[in-house]
């Protein structure tokens, strides 16, 4: 089961949402509950719940601001908003600061939720992943000591972004939006504080998502470079050789042994 924090200052309505996880059953159950942003940022601290969902407005610290505090503090759990028409401005600002999805609270449809819910569990499946590729990068000879989380809380949170969405094509311009900075100046620190650029960063965590499927699965070579994003065997194999000396098919095969 997937743990959630509620964070709702009104009680009917963070009641309500209570009621509606239940009766969806979708793997999601409620381990705390907050009524601020500040009490909230508390719980996060000591439940690390696998999604916080919070109201944007509310008293002491808004939805937006508990966002921005956890991520900067290190929180890679998923965010899902409450929010009214009137705060769509607020639910723009925590797409871009991460959140998952939000929802209009005065008429919230449980299919809706549901809905997200099902996108968040595919996150959290995919982050969990990336969590067991470090026993994989263990394994790798092209091992980089600038990997992972930096003094740069702006950095971390491109870093989690590329984390998660790994398979895909990156955009400069959004990485540039997350980080509030100018692309060309992001890029630049990007590489000072890991050691490598986005590029060759985002390629590391496809190598090792492919590596970890060769490892651990049956798949095909060319279904797994199609799983982690690649686009075709040749530049699959010419990419994950650069990073560990072997073709796909070689470090299957050594793994074996």
Same mark, same amino acid.
């Given at each position: 089961?997937?743990?959630?924090?509620?964070?709702?200052?009104?009680?009917?309505?963070?009641?309500?949402?209570?009621?509606?996880?239940?009766? +969806?059953?979708?793997?999601?159950?409620?381990?705390?509950?907050?009524?601020?942003?500040?009490?909230?940022?508390?719980? @996060?601290?000591?439940?690390?719940?696998?999604?916080? @969902?919070?109201? %944007?407005?509310?008293?002491?610290?808004?939805?937006?601001?508990?966002?921005?505090?956890?991520?900067?503090?290190? *929180?890679?759990?998923?965010?899902?908003?409450?929010?009214?028409?009137?705060?769509?401005?607020?639910?723009?600002?925590?797409?871009?600061?991460?959140?998952?999805?939000?929802?209009?609270? +005065?008429?919230?449809?449980?299919?809706?939720?549901?809905?997200?819910?099902?996108?968040?569990?595919?996150?959290?499946?995919?982050?969990?992943?990336?969590?067991?590729?470090?026993?994989?990068?263990?394994?790798?000879?092209?091992?980089?000591?600038?990997?992972?989380?930096?003094?740069?809380?702006? %950095?971390?949170?491109? %870093?989690?972004?590329?984390?998660?969405?790994?398979?895909?094509? *990156?955009?400069?311009?959004?990485?540039?939006?997350?980080?509030?900075?100018?692309?060309?100046?992001?890029?630049?620190? *990007?590489?000072?504080?890991?050691?490598?650029?986005?590029?060759?960063?985002?390629?590391?965590?496809?190598?090792?998502?492919?590596?970890?499927?060769?490892?651990?699965?049956?798949?095909?070579?060319?279904? %797994?470079?199609?799983?982690?994003?690649?686009?075709?065997?040749?530049?699959? @194999?010419? @990419?994950?050789?650069?990073?560990?000396?072997?073709?796909?098919?070689?470090?299957?095969?050594?793994?074996?042994?």
């Amino acid at each position: 089961m997937r743990t959630v924090l509620l964070v709702e200052d009104e009680d009917q309505a963070r009641g309500y949402v209570r009621k509606v996880l239940e009766k +969806l059953d979708a793997g999601f159950v409620v381990a705390g509950e907050a009524v601020n942003g500040q009490e909230g940022l508390r719980l @996060i601290g000591s439940l690390q719940p696998d999604l916080v @969902i919070a109201d %944007i407005d509310m008293p002491v610290m808004d939805g937006v601001e508990l966002l921005k505090a956890a991520r900067r503090e290190g *929180f890679q759990g998923r965010f899902l908003m409450l929010t009214c028409l009137s705060d769509f401005e607020y639910a723009r600002q925590a797409l871009e600061f991460g959140a998952s999805g939000y929802l209009l609270k +005065l008429s919230m449809d449980p299919e809706a939720l549901r809905a997200n819910l099902d996108r968040i569990e595919a996150e959290l499946a995919s982050r969990d992943q990336l969590k067991k590729l470090d026993r994989v990068w263990s394994t790798l000879p092209a091992k980089d000591p600038g990997q992972g989380a930096t003094d740069h809380p702006d %950095i971390n949170r491109v %870093i989690v972004y590329l984390e998660e969405h790994y398979r895909e094509e *990156f955009s400069l311009k959004r990485l540039a939006e997350l980080a509030c900075m100018e692309a060309s100046y992001l890029s630049d620190l *990007f590489k000072k504080k890991t050691g490598a650029t986005l590029t060759q960063y985002h390629q590391r965590l496809r190598v090792e998502a492919a590596a970890l499927m060769l490892r651990e699965t049956a798949l095909p070579v060319t279904e %797994i470079g199609e799983r982690v994003g690649f686009s075709g065997d040749s530049y699959f @194999i010419k @990419i994950f050789k650069r990073w560990t000396g072997k073709t796909p098919a070689d470090y299957r095969r050594s793994a074996e042994v």
